[in-house]
């Protein structure tokens, strides 16, 4: 942008959200008992402010006494993250196998 010659700019109004993080998206899951994101249905004993997305058709998630966690659930992987972590999550690509990526 700053080497471009022809640059228009308009002014917008409405809400912006970066939905590039976990953290965002949990923002427009359904929530939970003590602030647990999901958008499955989740039973919870002493669990606060984790997010959990599943993939799975039916699936059914149970926290016990976790804290802050993002638990995502596809048909071939699982991450679990610290929420205050959520920023590094992307360094773990790497270590991921190709069919994965």
Not at 47 to 67: C, M, P, Q, W, Y
Request: aromatic share 4%.
């Amino acid at each position: 942008m700053e080497k471009a010659k022809r640059v228009l700019n308009l002014e917008a109004t409405f809400d912006w959200d970066d939905v590039g993080s976990w953290i965002s998206i949990a923002k427009y899951l359904p929530t939970h008992g003590d602030h647990n994101s999901a958008n499955q249905p989740i039973s919870e004993i002493d669990a606060e402010n984790n997010i959990v997305f599943s993939t799975r058709k039916g699936s059914h998630t149970a926290l016990l006494g976790v804290d802050d966690l993002i638990i995502v659930q596809t048909d071939d992987a699982l991450l679990i993250a610290n929420r205050h972590q959520a920023d590094a999550i992307k360094k773990l690509s790497p270590l991921l196998p190709p069919h994965l990526l």
